[in-house]
């Protein structure tokens, strides 16, 4: 996640801020009861059997990018999603505006909204903590601490009580500016995925260190695993256009090999604070290994310029036999590898371990999206009851409507009684893997945190089991063993993994300073891996971190670490 440009949206906010001061000052904000259409003085709704009557309009905003799939016919502002909301609850979602999702189109269009003082939507959701900071910010959204407690399901208090610190992000003053929604805390942990049949067509075995690795990417790269009589494959896909531990395709493993500390995070130190991962002294060892493997070639050439989706193609295309990512990604994007070679295999294994035996990988955030809500919103009440039904799933509730998944002849359809997402048993051949993300809420609620539901009645576990008896194991076997089997593996690795430990807004330091500091971090290490510069400009890296705002930052984190209660 990029962090952009915070001289420029502290302006905005900034501004943005007197506009909705003098907006204040000249009318009325009284929540008062549920309106038609979320604004005062329009006709009562009241909720009747589960449904409002009459409809209520919520507005809100979404993005569509290229691998974006409707039904036809469909579209952002008419699709299964909106009309199941429209007929089964009496809640309207309307798009105040839809953008491209390419080159962060979403994030840009907020931030022109908040300059230009444009009509912000009554919901506005987000996965990029900046923007959603921003928007807190803004004056423009509300508190949302009262309507938690008064309208939010006794099922998902109880969720959000036993869970409390996911709140940290959002929390100013002791109020809640935004909705965090949580994950399972490995949706973003990455396993490895091999080409399978690269393998046994070289006669070798999966890794399981790093001098293993080397061995498998060189001979994936010399060998013509591929047999097309061509050198034309690569060792492991990569995306350093961002970061070198981003949220796919990435490579935080290498540095897990040689210690406790992940480049872009902040983890914890020997004496209990919290350090910035980037310029501790195994991130050298990492990045020395990279710069070794770009040199010999098993890193494509053209990795700082992909993004994390752009970076898979490779591995799509089968120019790659090697790439680091989450454990559900046989369902997007690598389907698409099969389309291109019906004859190929992929199998996750666990990461490669270190010299020392030691394993390691970035850490999943425990909050992955941010939902936001107009000052001027009075439906509260409607929001939450949405958002109850789309929980049903990651609670396993028999009786939710989306049990089996989003919505049938879209991302499943039923076979012999049983959900199936295989393509070839869709009527039209042709499958739309997410529904949801065209909700009000920005995506659908699927996870819930570790030991919210045990083991024994974990459907993609139990599945790999051969226990098929709920609704839930049906949808999870319909996953295919690669899928389930990958997700073992990321439950099994939960141990090796190093989340972010700093999860409040920003700091004071980091909207003035962190901008540069991210840059200067992309660009030292893109060098050191490219071969333009020697390793130890790392070690002037850090002395120019350090003194040009990131002892100071350092310094406001422990502050907050300290009064979360870190030790």
């Not at 409507?401 to 869709?426: L, T």
Request: aromatic content about 12%.
């Amino acid at each position: 996640m990029k962090t952009g440009n915070r001289h420029a949206w502290k302006w905005i906010v900034c501004m943005v801020a007197c506009l909705a001061f003098a907006a204040g000052c000249s009318g009325n904000s009284d929540p008062g009861n549920s309106q038609a259409d979320g604004n005062k003085g329009k006709t009562e709704s009241k909720l009747v059997n589960g449904k409002f009557e009459p409809p209520i309009t919520i507005t809100t905003a979404f993005s569509v990018g290229s691998d974006t799939k409707f039904k036809e016919g469909e579209s952002a502002e008419d699709n299964v999603m909106i009309r199941w909301g429209r007929e089964k609850l009496g809640i309207d979602v309307k798009p105040l505006w839809v953008v491209a999702s390419e080159n962060e189109g979403y994030d840009q269009k907020l931030k022109l909204t908040l300059s230009a003082g444009d009509k912000m939507p009554d919901v506005v959701a987000t996965t990029n903590k900046m923007t959603a900071n921003m928007l807190m910010e803004s004056g423009l959204f509300k508190d949302i601490k009262e309507d938690f407690r008064t309208y939010a399901s006794e099922r998902i208090q109880k969720l959000y009580e036993s869970n409390a610190s996911v709140w940290n992000s959002v929390s100013k003053d002791g109020k809640y500016m935004a909705l965090p929604t949580m994950t399972e805390g490995i949706n973003l942990d990455s396993v490895m995925w091999v080409r399978q049949d690269w393998l046994d067509k070289l006669g070798l075995k999966a890794p399981e260190t790093i001098e293993d690795y080397e061995k498998v990417m060189d001979a994936f790269v010399n060998q013509d695993p591929d047999g097309n009589g061509a050198k034309d494959t690569i060792g492991m896909s990569i995306s350093l256009k961002s970061r070198v531990t981003t949220w796919m395709t990435e490579g935080s493993f290498i540095f897990g090999a040689y210690g406790n500390a992940y480049p872009s995070q902040w983890g914890k130190a020997a004496d209990g604070s919290l350090e910035y991962g980037s310029i501790q002294p195994s991130v050298k060892q990492g990045l020395s290994k990279l710069a070794e493997w770009y040199k010999k070639g098993y890193i494509d050439p053209e990795a700082a310029t992909y993004d994390e989706i752009k970076a898979t193609e490779s591995f799509i295309q089968g120019k790659s036999g090697i790439l680091f990512g989450a454990f559900w990604m046989p369902d997007w994007p690598l389907n698409e590898l099969y389309k291109n070679d019906p004859k190929a295999v992929m199998k996750a294994y666990p990461v490669p371990a270190g010299p020392d035996g030691k394993r390691g990988i970035r850490g999943s955030d425990s909050v992955n999206r941010w939902i936001l809500f107009n000052k001027d919103f009075h439906h509260m009440d409607a929001f939450f009851l949405y958002m109850d039904h789309l929980y049903g799933p990651s609670l396993y509730d028999e009786t939710s409507e989306f049990k089996y998944g989003a919505f049938e002849g879209y991302d499943y359809v039923m076979v012999d009684g049983k959900p199936s997402i295989d393509e070839k048993d869709f009527p039209d051949g042709r499958r739309i893997p997410k529904p949801f993300d065209y909700s009000l809420s920005g995506g659908g609620f699927e996870e819930v945190p570790p030991g919210v539901v045990p083991d024994e009645k974990n459907p993609k576990l139990r599945a790999l089991k051969g226990i098929v008896e709920t609704p839930y194991d049906q949808k999870a076997a319909s996953k295919g063993m690669v899928y389930n089997a990958a997700y073992k593996i990321a439950y099994e690795q939960r141990k090796y993994a190093s989340p972010n430990l700093f999860t409040a807004p920003p700091t004071a330091t980091m909207e003035s300073k962190l901008s540069f500091l991210d840059k200067m971090e992309l660009e030292t290490f893109n060098k050191i891996i490219y071969g333009t510069a020697p390793l130890d400009v790392f070690d002037q890296f850090v002395k120019d971190w350090k003194s040009n705002g990131g002892d100071q930052i350092t310094a406001e984190v422990n502050e907050w670490w300290k009064s979360a209660g870190g030790q």
